[in-house]
């Protein structure tokens, strides 16, 4: 890229953009002020244009309620793009109300944006240009395990080797990471709304009840537990029976629940297992110090620390904010960039 003046002075103005494009939700980091934006990923489009009318909050609300007109959908499935025209209207929304909030009139910022580790080259060029399409003078990318083992605080830069395990909406990753790169990663499609299904799953084999999947992700924040609880609860929960089809309630207890998560909650911490299994020995013995770090909005399930610390034989921890971890990362490159800039993926391997 050569000198462009216009650029050059967009850059006195626009602002610096860290970005989350996480399947459940999307936050944005802004050099110098952190945290600006958290928004479900959710956009309502007209059926028939396509043309995005509702982004975030305001179209998450529609979600098993909007008129036929509309299509209430998650244009990020998995942590890549299933939808590009969306995404764009989506990092556009973005891209504006940043700077709006900031009273910057030029909303074309330099942004890093987090992609998850082991995508192709194909997935990564349409993160890039979506983000270019939206508005943005200059894009990187930066694999989401680096970024929220960033934004957690732990020591990258190390010979030492560190380990993150990042569950989301639609997808865990884990990673395990040495000297600012990653070592080895896995990539599982089972993460927060994989336990949600299973809610809705047990709760209709055993009572006969059909919830939708708000209720069940509200189940599993109030009630969802990965060890048991020093005081196990009950909670209301409200559907539709399937032998009357009338509106019905039943008391669902947290041990319930943990039965319900029991298969998901497995095959997260199998792959754990197998990634720890093929780490080379030194960084497993580093590993036994620094312990493992959970970040992403499924770690705050409760008791999941706990019960991995005891399944892996290594002390794991939730990362403070685990939810904003992936966009602070990315923020903190922004902050520091000739440091940080070595982290970030080489252009080269997606524009060719
Ligand atoms: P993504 O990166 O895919 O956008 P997030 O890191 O934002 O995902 O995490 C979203 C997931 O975290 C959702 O499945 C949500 O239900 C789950 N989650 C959020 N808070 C809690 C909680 N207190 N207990 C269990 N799961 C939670
Ligand atoms: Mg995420």
């Keep these: 890229m050569g000198f462009n003046p216009l650029n050059w002075l967009f850059g006195l103005f626009a602002l610096d953009m860290g970005i989350d494009l996480g399947t459940a939700n999307t936050l944005v980091y802004v050099r110098g002020k952190g945290i600006v934006l958290l928004e479900p990923s959710w956009v309502a489009v007209d059926k028939r244009t396509r043309r995005p009318l509702y982004v ?22 998995d942590g890549v793009i299933a939808e590009f025209d969306i995404t764009t ?3 556009e929304y973005l891209i504006l109300k940043a700077h709006e909030q900031s009273f910057v009139p030029f909303p074309r910022p330099r942004v890093v944006v987090g992609i998850p580790a082991g995508v192709t080259e194909v997935e990564m060029r349409a993160v890039y240009d979506a983000a270019l399409n939206a508005g943005a003078r200059e894009v990187h990318l930066i694999e989401e395990p680096l970024a929220a083992a960033l934004g957690s605080g732990l020591p990258i830069h190390d010979v030492q080797g560190t380990m993150i395990v990042d569950i989301g909406g639609g997808t865990t990753e884990i990673a395990v990471l040495s000297m600012g790169g990653v070592v080895i990663s896995r990539s599982l499609r089972v993460a927060g709304d994989e336990m949600d299904e299973a809610i809705i799953q047990y709760i209709r084999n055993k009572y006969n009840l059909l919830i939708g999947p708000r209720m069940a992700e509200n189940i ?3 009630i969802g537990s990965a060890y048991p609880l020093p005081e ?22 947290s041990v319930e629940i943990r039965e319900a998560l029991a298969r998901p909650l497995e095959t997260i911490i199998e792959t754990a297992r197998d990634l720890l299994d093929e780490a080379p020995p030194e960084i497993v013995a580093d590993l036994m110090e620094n312990g493992v770090c959970l970040a992403g909005g499924g770690s705050l399930l409760q008791g999941l620390d706990r019960r991995l610390s005891e399944e892996l034989r290594l002390r794991a921890w939730v990362a403070e904010d685990p939810v904003s971890a992936v966009a602070r990362g ?6 520091d960039f000739p440091t940080y800039r070595r982290l970030l993926i080489d252009a080269e391997r997606f524009l060719g």
Excluded: H
């Design 232 to 253: 196990e609860r009950t909670m209301q929960v409200r559907g539709r029976s399937l032998v009357s089809g009338l509106p019905q309630a039943v008391e669902v207890s």
């Design 89 to 91: 209207a989506l990092l």
């Design 56 to 77: 975030g909050s305001e179209a998450k609300r529609m979600v098993g309620r909007a008129p036929a007109s509309l299509q209430v959908i998650r244009p990020v499935r």
């Design 330 to 335: 990315a923020g903190m490159v922004l902050e």
């Design 220 to 222: 599993k924040m109030e």
